[in-house]
């Protein structure tokens, strides 16, 4: 079974910064959790000091919740009363916007996810695929 290595986390992480700078976006925050929600990489270009927190949540909700924070967002705009119990039981660490995907290996299995802040959901959701394509897992958003 495939795992989030250091150098993979590390990989995805490069390639998502390398990425927001092709892209010209605001700094970046990125985070890189394991299939049980571990935090294996981390990097932060600048922003406030809730960004990490952002990034994290967006991660961790994917890994929690096995699927991308994309499809929680819109899960939480057909079930508010259910998105609030998810972010409440999580301890406040689920946050249901873009920019948090899952990595997979090539047979569909959870790796780890992947969460973007700094720019908008949508720039940090591609900054996120790069890098997890980039470390040859498969992205889901």
């Known amino acids: 079974m495939t795992k989030m290595t250091l150098d993979r986390a590390m990989t995805i992480v490069k390639t998502a910064l390398d990425k927001g700078h092709e892209m010209k976006l605001n700094p970046l925050t ?11 990489a981390f990097a932060k270009e600048g922003g406030g000091p809730l960004r990490y927190n952002v990034a994290f949540g967006k991660a961790h909700g994917a890994v929690g919740m096995g699927r991308s924070s994309r499809a929680l967002g819109k899960m939480g705009e057909e ?11 999580s301890g406040g660490k689920l946050v249901p916007v873009p920019g948090g995907v899952l990595a997979k290996d090539a047979d569909g299995t959870v790796v780890g996810g992947v969460g973007v802040s700094g720019d908008t959901s949508d720039n940090d959701a591609a900054c996120a695929i790069a890098g ?6 498969v992205a889901e958003d």
């Not at 990125?30 to 294996?40: E, F, K, S, Y």
């Not at 998105?83 to 409440?88: E, G, K, S």
């Not at 997890?132 to 897992?137: D, N, P, Q, R, V």
């Open 132 to 137: 997890i394509e980039a470390a040859g897992l």
């Open 79 to 89: 079930r508010p009363m259910f998105m609030q119990a998810l972010i409440d039981a």
């Open 30 to 40: 990125v985070a890189v959790l394991d299939d049980g929600g571990h935090l294996i």
